[in-house]
């Protein structure tokens, strides 16, 4: 019954900004941890942002830290992630992902089709 559908995405220069939404769907997110992932041309998809829906707790990727912000909107179930000082080697399609955890183990794993951002020069 979980769905996430991204949006966002588009191009903009070295330097700049966007800003990333993930509406997500379902009965209760409390024992979910959501988080963006992103995969470019030739490259693994790799994690770049987490929140624990329960309590706001947040991680990143170092290649991200002090650039990015992901965010929850509780009341509309949004993920957000605002990305700055974009550098190309950010250019990917990026992915929102729900995992549910039960006691430490996984129990459902849910994606969106992802959003491209590409960065330029």
């Known amino acids: 019954q979980v769905q996430l559908v991204e949006s966002g995405g588009g191009e903009v220069q070295t330097g700049g900004s966007l800003r990333l939404s993930c509406a997500a769907s379902?009965?209760?997110?409390?024992?979910?941890?959501m988080s963006w992932y992103r995969q470019a041309p030739g490259k693994e998809r790799e994690f770049v942002a987490g929140i624990r829906w329960s309590d706001n707790m947040t991680y990143y990727a170092d290649s991200v830290k002090g650039r990015f912000t992901i965010s929850r909107d509780g009341a509309l179930k949004i993920i957000y992630l605002q990305m700055n000082t974009l550098k190309s080697d950010d250019t990917a399609v990026y992915y929102c992902n729900a995992d549910q955890m039960e006691g430490g183990i996984l129990t459902g794993a849910y994606w969106g089709q992802g959003t491209q951002v590409t960065v330029s020069s």
């Open positions: 379902g009965p209760t997110f409390s024992n979910y941890a």
